[in-house]
């Protein structure tokens, strides 16, 4: 499926955005490509919501990983992943929170149009998550880099794109 | 527009209220206002009526709540849903009439005008006269209240009757009604699936007979017959029911209302007539709200309890289980599951044993259920609008409940006074756990975009996405609500019919659209504000909302919004805009409004980027400005000559270059011309033309550009670059001291604005408190203008081409003339002067390395040449205008060194006109140079010291040293060894003969000729005694004070040293004397400067002239005879002299006798057998004051023996006694 996916730092200021058309698959909708910034950045207020509950009401996630507060007393990053988080029009909305407050989140379409068959694979996604965070930190340990500027290396992007084909296309 | 979603919207009585005659908008409103507080009218308060079903005492608790509207925006859109939902009829319509225009037909107009309205009335802000019909009423007369009242009862008269005519209409659906122009719901999803019939209708069959005695207890329902009939019937007669309890709840009469909504919707479930049912349902929940809203206690209906089966739980009893059970997924839901657990005891619930805001949403998702049930059925079908009316309306009704713990009476009020924004208070319980969370609500309001909302008209998009904002802006998702209005925003512009409904939601003030930019951060100021200039924005976001907007508004005409936009988007973000697209802004939105208004000016602070002059006239003479000091000044004290080890390190620190460049003030005369060279930057991908410039008004007082100007401009920018423009100015009025700070620019052919010097851009935040936060440094450019000044100019001089050559040692005088140029200053001198070659040519800190009597040397040459060298007799005052003046000028080379080979006479003048601060004026100089060779004549080349020969007499008579004894003796006793012998070697370096005379204190050498290229010998009898201890004791003297010295590293001792020495010189340069004249041209004479050839004296010549210098003590050594036979006693006495009176007076020395064999030079032991003496040879003496001392010798061998001594072994005498022994 195209999805539009986008890293977005503490001031609402996206880090990094892509978009990844995948070539077997239609890619976005020219007035949905448009609106898919707004889109993402309505849901941060939904990430700010959810980052703050000991409890997450799964009622859009189908993910029990339980909430993104909880995952302080564990050392791994499992509930970084928030799930799916929003949607628009029937296109999921899912989103993956550091740390640091860095936000990454992501809008999933299956490009048809027929949004009854956007179908999110939890498992890989967050995968694919997880991956592009690593990458993240690595990015974060360039001297040259300061935290909540845009990530503009051209390396960064291409792994991203490699770590999407890898877990999103179905 | 929003207030129409309320929940409790279907029990409002829909009124409209329109004005007649003259009103002016502000007054209707106020009376509009005035009616909008008191739209709710107690039931207890209406006068009864004759009809029984809406009779206001049969439910005296009740209330009618009339909704006042200004206009009837979807009256004939919504036409096909009267039927279905008759409240959304507009019932009444009031007519506020205005003073004095009430005619006798107002009432027959406004009847046939609204014939759809069941009641009319007027309204008369006026002393009741003419028409006294029962639907007039008088505002001053009655109150506002009373006629609300008496409104509500003609509204129930004539909504019993209206009634009546429903009583036997076969109700239809909106689908029947409206056909296939209404729009079927259009979910992305998988609708809900149609509840099982067979198990719904037995359960329904099962528990109808309980009720059915409950049912039957009003008269008036008995007729409907609900529960007999076939199913079409029962159909018609359950419809007939709901339409009667939608009346019920517009009258007031809530209990009745609940009765009615709940028996329609038991029998509407067992047909599954599912949109009906749905209505009813929500009848149900309103009418159970407005009873505990009233404080009614009421039993939950039945068919509620088998619909969405609870448990009787306390109110603050685990209410997030149940909640969290409902949240499951509701859309796949099956009734069939809820019916199996079906609690035993369904009657039995009061309404205050549950929690009623919970019951309403687990009702509207079953509502919600239903309506999309009816999605198989062709006619039978939910239309949008009505599914996302209803979830609008609990959704507001969810936020008018969230962060509240329970449905209290605030809650209650607030729902049923509309109010929707929180007061204070309840902002305090944000965080709390209230009876919904946020993101509940939010997942609530996520079901609209389960629709295509795109394909419902603009209208009800329009009201749906407004009430979604203001629902996200009560939840704080302040981006949700951005996005939503951004889609508000996007819907609007691309319906191009419905500009009315633009300027409707688009105020006057723009107020929504500006809200929007906000909230995107379009409105950050990074070109002023620096810490919005460091916040990262989303910019895609930015830009595309802002030429959405500027699209709107350009739609809307608002030409002012146009600009102002279009300027925020070059001015922010032109960095991410094309050059096409950054012209059409330009050309298109921005310039030719530009001209319209006085209030836009040009975007960027950075246009003005420095100010730099250059002046025309380079050969114009320096102006320096002068301080006049008081005596309290010290004029002497120079900065320089003190050690200040920091010195060094404020002259290579760093200053700030701009500073220093800036600050220090370019000074002009009036009428001097100059060039400014002005600096502009054009952020744009375009060109950009500056039209205008020019100075401030303040400034253009002082200076001026000048015509030339005009052919610069336009002056065109290259796109992204900086150039500068070069405009002559000239000066126009004398100032002390001017600064521009900033220019007039104008571009485009715009109305020319302020602009400040942006030197550079700032990074670092500005301290708190100060006001200087803006994004650039500025800077200025400092000048003053002087006055008039007088001007003197060099006419010529005495000498050709002002160039001599002069004998050393020679005088020489000449004129100068000078003129004063100027017609209308007189020139004043401050100061007439000279400097010469050797003066400019040291160096400032000549003084550091050179010892004190190198130092003397260096200085007194130059005060030589300062005070003696060169002095211009009759030195002028005053110059008139236009006058010219003659100066004497001596030159006298004596002193001068050979270096000396150029001079300038210093003229300093003013007009002392300037000074306006009293102290200080401005003044100038006129240097009038010359040339000079100085050329060799007498030469002093060696010196030498020698003491005197005892044989002085014996010499012959015609050398002038020895006349001079002969002379001296005659006057008195010449003792040889108080004289010393001068040997000067004199050389002739000039051409011709000279013939010289010297002279030493009263010595007078005879005139001698001295050949060209000679040298010869001259002997001077130089008196010993003219160097003495005291002189040489003294310090060498310092010519100028306030020096500090660093120590050159040179010991005590050395000091000592050059101190004599230098005294020693200094005396010889004193007392002698040289004079010169050309032989065969007396005339031409001259003197020699000794200082200039002596050559520093050797200790040698010091030891000649002052051999005692160095002892304190001075010993005489007296022996009886000094030639005696071998065994004769020989006496010595020593004499000890005490010269100086610094020995204290018990200072006791050891004096020891010295005896020396003659010949070998060796000092003979203290005990031998050669010379043998009585007693010691050391003894003690005392220093206080002159003694002698005795010594008996006893020579035995034969010899000659020198006797000396010594005190404490350091001082030995000088003139030892001999003894001669045969």
């Not at chain 2, 009623?356 to 919600?368: K, P, T, V």
């Not at chain 2, 420095?610 to 102006?623: A, F």
Request: aromatic share 10%; charged share 25%; glycine share 4%.
């Amino acid at each position: 499926m195209p999805c539009y996916f986008a890293i977005i730092g503490y001031q609402d200021n996206p880090i990094y955005e892509a978009e990844f058309p995948f070539p077997q698959l239609q890619s976005f909708p020219p007035e949905l490509k448009e609106l898919n910034p707004f889109i993402l950045h309505a849901s941060l207020d939904i990430i700010d919501d959810l980052q703050w509950q000991v409890n997450p009401i799964t009622g859009m996630s189908n993910t029990s990983s339980g909430g993104f507060l909880r995952s302080r007393h564990n050392n791994s990053n499992e509930n970084c992943y928030l799930g799916k988080i929003d949607h628009f029009y029937g296109f999921p909305i899912t989103s993956y929170l550091s740390y640091g407050n860095i936000r990454f989140i992501m809008i999933h379409s299956n490009g048809t149009g027929n949004v009854n068959s956007t179908q999110i694979d939890d498992n890989q996604v967050k995968l694919f998550y997880q991956e592009v965070h690593e990458m993240y930190i690595k990015a974060l340990m360039n001297p040259f880099y300061k935290v909540n500027d845009p990530i503009t290396s051209p390396v960064f992007d291409s792994r991203v794109r490699m770590l999407a084909n890898k877990y999103l296309t179905k | 527009m929003v207030e129409s979603y309320s929940l409790i919207g279907p029990a409002k009585i829909r009124t409209l209220v329109i004005p007649i005659g003259k009103w002016k908008r502000a007054q209707f409103l106020e009376k509009l206002v005035l009616l909008r507080k008191r739209f709710e009218v107690r039931l207890v308060d209406v006068t009864p009526t004759e009809d029984a079903t809406f009779n206001p005492q049969g439910f005296p608790q009740g209330r009618l709540m009339f909704d006042f509207e200004t206009f009837l925006l979807e009256e004939d859109d919504m036409l096909f849903l009267h039927d279905f939902e008759p409240y959304r009829k507009t019932f009444v319509v009031i007519g506020l009439v205005a003073q004095g225009t009430l005619e006798t037909d107002t009432l027959q107009e406004l009847e046939t005008r609204f014939p759809n309205a069941i009641c009319h009335n007027l309204i008369c802000f006026d002393e009741p006269s003419g028409l006294l019909a029962p639907n007039v009423f008088y505002h001053p007369q009655s109150s506002v209240e009373t006629i609300i009242c008496d409104i509500g009862r003609k509204f129930l008269e004539a909504l019993s009757l209206y009634y009546s005519s429903y009583k036997h209409v076969t109700l239809r659906s909106p689908g029947a009604i409206g056909g296939s122009s209404i729009l079927k719901l259009s979910l992305t999803r998988q609708p809900a699936s149609v509840p099982a019939a067979s198990a719904l209708t037995r359960k329904i069959s099962s528990m109808e007979q309980p009720n059915s005695s409950s049912i039957r207890r009003s008269a008036s329902l008995k007729s409907l017959g609900l529960t007999n009939g076939y199913p079409d019937q029962q159909r018609a007669k359950a419809r007939q029911r709901k339409i009667l309890g939608n009346f019920q709840l517009l009258a007031g009469r809530y209990s009745d209302a609940l009765t009615s909504f709940s028996e329609a919707a038991t029998t509407l479930h067992k047909i599954h007539d599912h949109i009906w049912l749905g209505s009813a349902l929500e009848g149900i929940c309103i009418s159970m709200l407005l009873l505990t809203y009233l404080q009614v206690t009421f039993h939950i209906p039945a068919i509620i309890n088998i619909l969405c089966p609870m448990r009787t739980e306390s109110r603050s009893g685990s209410e997030s289980n149940s909640r969290k059970s409902s949240f499951s997924k509701n859309a796949a839901e099956s009734p069939r599951a809820s019916i199996s657990s079906m609690p035993p005891k369904m009657n039995s619930l009061e309404s205050t044993d549950i929690n009623l805001a919970s019951l309403i949403r687990r009702i509207s998702e079953r509502i919600l259920i239903h309506y999309e049930a009816s999605l198989s059925h062709n006619i039978e079908f939910a239309p949008q609008l009505i599914y996302c009316e209803h979830i609008l309306r609990i959704l507001k009704f969810m936020t008018s409940c969230y962060n509240h713990e329970s449905l209290d009476e605030i809650v209650l009020r607030r729902i049923n006074a509309d109010e929707f924004e929180l007061d204070e208070n309840e902002e305090k319980y944000h965080n709390q756990e209230g009876l919904f969370t946020k993101f509940e609500i939010y997942l609530h309001a996520q079901r609209l975009f389960e629709l295509q909302l795109k394909l419902m008209d603009v209208v009800s998009q329009v009201k749906i996405y407004t009430t979604m904002a203001l629902i996200y802006q009560r939840l704080k998702y302040y981006r949700k609500r951005s996005f939503i209005l951004r889609i508000l925003l996007v819907t609007t512009a691309s319906h191009s019919e419905s500009g009315a409904l633009q300027d409707y939601c688009l105020n006057a003030d723009r107020g929504l659209l500006k809200d929007v930019l906000d909230s995107y951060g379009v409105f950050r100021q990074p070109e002023i504000s620096m810490k919005d200039a460091s916040v990262c924005t989303w910019v895609t976001l930015q830009k595309s909302i802002l030429s959405l907007c500027i699209s709107i508004v350009k739609r809307l005409g608002d030409t002012e919004m146009v600009t102002e936009l279009s300027l925020i988007f070059l001015q922010r973000f032109s960095h991410t805009i094309t050059q096409m697209e950054q012209s059409q802004l330009l050309m298109k939105n921005i310039i030719p409004n530009f001209s319209k208004s006085e209030k836009w000016s040009y975007w960027d602070p950075f246009i003005l980027r420095g100010l730099e002059i250059t002046r025309l006239e380079s050969n114009e003479e320096h102006l320096e400005r002068r301080t006049i000091h008081t005596p309290s000044d010290d004029p002497s004290f120079k900065d320089v000559q003190v050690f200040n080890p920091f010195r060094q390190r404020l002259i290579n620190g760093v200053t700030n270059p701009i500073d220093k460049a800036m600050d220090k003030p370019h000074e002009f005369r009036i009428g001097e011309g100059a060039q400014f060279e002005i600096v502009f930057q054009n952020p744009l991908k375009t060109d950009l033309k500056i039209t205008h410039v020019s100075f401030t008004r303040e400034d253009s007082k002082y200076v001026n550009f000048l015509d030339d100007l005009v052919q610069e401009l336009p002056f065109v920018l290259g796109p992204n670059s900086i150039k500068t423009l070069h405009a002559p100015v000239s000066f126009k009025k004398n100032t002390e001291l001017h600064t521009i700070s900033e220019m007039d620019v104008g571009v485009f052919d715009l109305q020319p604005y302020s602009f400040r010097i942006a030197i550079d851009e700032r990074f670092a935040l500005a301290s708190e408190g100060t006001d200087e936060n803006g994004r650039a440094n500025f800077g200025k450019f400092v000048f003053a203008v002087l006055p008039d000044e007088p001007k003197i100019e060099f006419v010529s001089s005495s000498l050709r081409e002002s160039a001599f050559m002069i004998l050393d040692g020679a005088k020489k005088t000449f004129e100068i003339k000078i003129h004063n140029k100027s017609l209308s200053c007189p020139a004043v001198f401050v100061d007439v002067g000279h400097i010469t070659n050797v003066e400019t040519g040291l160096k400032s800190d000549y003084w550091k390395k050179l010892l004190p009597d190198d130092l003397y040397e260096v200085e007194n040459q130059l005060k030589e040449l300062q005070n003696n060298c060169i002095r211009i007799i009759d030195k002028p005052h005053i110059l008139e205008p236009n006058s010219t003046a003659v100066l004497q000028v001596e030159l006298d080379t004596m002193g001068a060194p050979f270096t000396f080979k150029k001079f300038e006479i210093l003229l300093d003048y003013s007009s002392k006109q300037t000074a306006s601060d009293s102290r200080s004026f401005y003044s100038k100089t006129l240097k009038i140079p010359f040339d000079l060779t100085l050329k060799r004549t007498l030469e002093i080349t060696g010196l030498d010291v020698v003491p005197l020969p005892e044989t002085v007499e014996e010499q012959s008579d015609d050398i002038d040293f020895v006349n001079f004894f002969k002379r001296e003796s005659e006057v008195g006793r010449v003792d040889a060894s108080d004289y010393a012998l001068l040997l000067l070697d004199l050389r002739n370096s000039w051409k011709d003969a000279l013939e010289f005379q010297i002279g030493f204190e009263n010595f007078l050498s005879s005139k001698t000729t001295l050949q060209t290229d000679h040298t010869c010998r001259t002997v001077i009898p130089i008196k010993k005694s003219l160097l003495n201890h005291k002189l040489l004791q003294r310090e060498v003297p310092k010519l100028v004070a306030n020096r500090q010295f660093v120590n050159p590293g040179i010991s005590r001792e050395q000091l000592e040293d050059i101190r004599e020495k230098f005294w020693c010189r200094e005396m010889l340069i004193q007392k002698l004397t040289c004079t010169w004249t050309v032989k065969g041209h007396a005339n031409i004479h001259g003197k020699v400067d000794s200082r200039q050839f002596l050559p520093k004296v050797d200790s040698r010549t010091l030891d000649i002239l002052c051999p005692s210098r160095k002892h304190t003590l001075e010993v005489k050594l007296v022996a009886s005879e000094t030639v005696v036979s071998s065994g004769t006693k020989v006496d010595v006495k020593a004499l000890i002299n005490s010269q100086r009176p610094r020995h204290t007076p018990d200072e006791i020395a050891t004096f020891t006798f010295l005896i020396f064999d003659r010949r070998t030079g060796r000092l003979l032991p203290k005990s031998n057998s050669r010379v043998i003496y009585n007693g010691n040879l050391t003894r003690k003496v005392k220093l206080a004051k002159d003694s002698d001392t005795g010594l008996e010798l006893l020579p035995l061998d034969r010899g000659e023996y020198e006797i000396g001594c010594s005190i404490n072994s350091r001082v030995f005498n000088s003139i030892p006694v001999y003894i001669r022994v045969e």
